[in-house]
């Protein structure tokens, strides 16, 4: 399942981005702070993994992005 591109818009216009999803969530739902550690533990994860991915293609600046955003979430963590 992915999220809809609509949905992906509106975060944008209000300057944010799809990993402060899960702190909207968490908020609204008011969710267990474990369970919220635990999205951003595998959003981290999975940006991690996704940044080795450009590594191994050559494009520094995707990883880079990607790279960034795994230290982002592991920070909100």
């Known amino acids: 399942m992915s999220i809809p ?4 818009e ?4 209000r300057g944010l981005d799809i990993e402060d999803l899960i702190d909207i969530l968490a908020a609204k739902l008011d969710l ?3 369970d919220t550690a635990k999205a951003h533990a595998e959003l981290a994860i999975a940006m991690f993994n996704e940044g080795l991915n ?3 293609k050559g494009d520094v600046v ?5 790279l960034y955003k795994a230290v982002e979430e592991g920070i909100k963590l």
């Open 5 to 8: 591109q609509a949905l992906i």
């Open 10 to 13: 509106a975060l944008r216009k």
């Open 32 to 34: 267990d702070p474990l």
């Open 54 to 56: 450009f590594v191994s």
């Open 62 to 66: 995707q990883a880079s992005e990607k």
